[in-house]
């Protein structure tokens, strides 16, 4: 019997969306997971200390940090070469050494299944964060230095977003001209067929996950950018809800493991902003700070 070796990675980046607030919440994310007697490694990250001093090199916000982490994360990986990486984030732009490196391990064969409420195709002429290209990066699309980090582009047949259902004009250029696919919220709420369908027809046999949590309704999952506190109704307007229900993404997930191996889930862009209040709060009582 083989033995399949699953890696943890933890990569607890903020850089790419330039918001602190991923740097604790992924690290709590990573105590929730249930104990694992497979390899685990950790992304050297510095925490954040002032937002204000990030620069934007090339259109890129903090592009040398993010480029230096994810070389990080390459060779934490290739440390190990497992079959499997399980990816904890963090900012989207995690997900580029891990699927990176899966594409290259299942001779450039590899599926990839992109839950988001927003496509990550965006080039530094259109937005300065990172996040919001990794998928065009992992393409071969955007800046050159993050592309030459993945050895063999994915195949663009075999990406499939699930949960997407509004872009920017932007975007619509990018999608047009790659021919990507993508399933609705609405059509995913019945059931997975469409997704089973592509991956039959592609013949995929390993799938990457990329899980944005932000694909979720704020209603039914609090730990998402959206739900802020004390913000007011005007926050972040005009930037697409996510709409699934997570079991939508429970059973999506079940329905493809049950047809193709899943080698890889990266979890990102989760928000405690329970345990940011608490941390704020205790920050301010006696005796904590002795």
């Given at each position: 019997m083989t033995l399949v070796t699953t890696l943890?990675?933890?990569?607890?980046?903020?850089?790419?969306?330039?918001?602190a607030e991923y740097h604790l919440s992924s690290q709590l994310l990573s105590w929730l997971l249930p104990p694992t007697q497979g390899p685990s490694e950790t992304v050297p990250v510095p925490a954040p200390h002032d937002l204000a001093a990030l620069k934007i090199?090339?259109?890129?916000?903090?592009?040398?940090?993010?480029?230096?982490?994810?070389?990080?994360?390459?060779a934490a990986i290739e440390k190990h070469r497992p079959d499997k990486v399980l990816t904890i984030g963090g900012d989207c732009l995690v997900d580029l050494a891990p699927i990176a490196y899966l594409n290259k391990r299942y001779g450039g064969?590899?599926?990839?299944?992109?839950?988001?409420?927003?496509?990550?195709?965006?080039?530094?002429?259109?937005?300065?964060?990172?996040?919001?290209q990794v998928l065009g990066m992992l393409l071969g699309e955007g800046d050159a230095d993050f592309v030459r980090e993945v050895d063999s582009p994915i195949q663009l047949a075999k990406v499939m977003y699930a949960g997407l259902d509004e872009w920017s004009p932007a975007e619509n250029e990018v999608l047009s001209r790659l021919g990507l696919r993508r399933t609705s919220s609405k059509e995913l709420a019945g059931n997975s067929a469409s997704i089973l369908e592509w991956i039959e027809a592609e013949g995929i046999t390993h799938m990457a996950v990329h899980l944005d949590v932000d694909a979720i309704s704020p209603r039914s999952f609090r730990p998402i950018l959206f739900?802020?506190?004390?913000?007011?109704?005007?926050?972040?307007?005009?930037?697409p809800r996510g709409r699934l229900e997570p079991a939508h993404v429970v059973r999506l997930l079940q329905d493809v493991g049950e047809v193709c191996d899943i080698v890889g889930l990266a979890i990102t862009e989760y928000i405690s902003w329970?345990?940011?209040?608490?941390?704020?709060l205790l920050a301010q009582l006696p005796l904590v700070q002795v």
């Open positions: 943890r990675l933890h990569m607890p980046q903020w850089q790419g969306g330039n918001l090199e090339d259109g890129i916000l903090a592009k040398n940090a993010l480029l230096e982490q994810a070389r990080a994360a390459r064969k590899v599926g990839v299944l992109w839950i988001d409420a927003h496509p990550d195709v965006q080039t530094p002429k259109d937005f300065h964060h990172g996040h919001a739900n802020k506190p004390e913000q007011e109704d005007s926050f972040l307007a005009g930037v329970d345990a940011l209040q608490t941390q704020k």
